[in-house]
């Protein structure tokens, strides 16, 4: 495996030749949203224009497939008009700059050539490795830190399982392409899963804020999504994500009682404390 280590557009059709992959993964993207609002022309080239740029260079040569990470944030829920989950059938309800540019690069993705392209859908990865500050989008080193966390139904999803999923796309033969919600199966809440780190000893106990008093200070105003896909289901069966939770609170556990490395790391995010999620 290759990481690229420049911009997307740099990947021309020459060096694509060069390398000469099976596959391309671009979880590359600007991600923070309050970075989106106010660098708009950044945010669309990183996450809609090059994007699709680089797939018409995929699809202009031979056998590559092309995984794009899309998010399941398009959806502002947490469920549809019908009160269901979001499936890869829905149509994008879009409430922030960043997740336009995300499901815009999804249509247009899909209009260019659905064939070649897995997208997958996540929603507030989190894993274990939260001990060092580069994990600024682990949603288990936000949930350590948030004082107050809404209460709302959302679907998380494990580092394990965009692993599998990622694996199976990869080497599936046939059922591969189109678009994936990826998610730990079942519904929680960033409250809830603050409250099993607290009774963990990980954090202080969390306070409960309502989305109408997060979304009267907090910009742009956050989204609730909860996701459901019925290939995803039959090929991936996803564990349930409150067992997924104990299990990534336990490797977490283990990974700061190791001499050095963690204790102080858990310190250090204490002190740095931000508002809410
Ligand atoms: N983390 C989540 O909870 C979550 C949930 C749903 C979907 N996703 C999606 O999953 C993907 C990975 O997310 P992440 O959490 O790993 O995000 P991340 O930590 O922000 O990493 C994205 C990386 O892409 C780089 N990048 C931005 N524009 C680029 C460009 N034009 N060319 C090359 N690199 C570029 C960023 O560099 P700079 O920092 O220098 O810009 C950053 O290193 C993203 O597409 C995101 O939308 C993430």
Request: glycine share 4%.
């Amino acid at each position: 495996m290759q990481v690229w280590p420049h911009d997307i557009d740099a990947l021309s059709v020459s060096a694509l030749e060069a390398i000469r992959p099976e596959l391309v993964i671009n979880a590359a993207g600007k991600t923070d949203l309050a970075w989106c609002e106010t660098h708009a022309a950044e945010a669309i080239r990183s996450n809609l224009e090059a994007p699709v740029r680089l797939y018409e260079r995929i699809v202009s040569l031979e056998g590559i497939r092309f995984i794009h990470f899309s998010s399941g944030c398009i959806w502002d829920g947490p469920y549809n008009s019908k009160g269901k989950p979001f499936t890869p059938k829905d149509a994008p309800t879009p409430a922030c700059l960043y997740s336009w540019t995300k499901a815009a690069a999804d249509a247009m993705l899909l209009d260019l050539n659905p064939n070649r392209i897995a997208i997958l859908r996540p929603r507030q990865v989190y894993s274990a490795n939260a001990t060092s500050g580069a994990h600024l989008r682990n949603t288990l080193q936000k949930l350590l830190q948030y004082p107050k966390l809404i209460d709302t139904p959302n679907s998380m999803s494990s580092i394990e399982i965009i692993e599998k999923t990622v694996r199976h796309v990869i080497h599936a033969r046939r059922d591969w392409s189109g678009v994936w919600n990826v998610y730990d199966r079942g519904v929680t809440s960033p409250f809830e899963v603050a409250e099993m780190l607290w009774k963990a000893g990980l954090r202080a106990q969390p306070i409960r804020i309502s989305k109408t008093e997060l979304d009267s200070f907090h910009k742009p105003k956050r989204v609730d999504t909860v996701l459901y896909d019925d290939r995803f289901e039959v090929q991936l069966q996803p564990e349930e994500v409150h067992e997924v939770w104990a299990r990534t609170i336990k490797e977490y556990q283990e990974k700061i009682s190791q001499p050095m490395s963690g204790k102080k790391q858990l310190e250090s995010q204490v002190e740095t404390v931000p508002t809410i999620l």
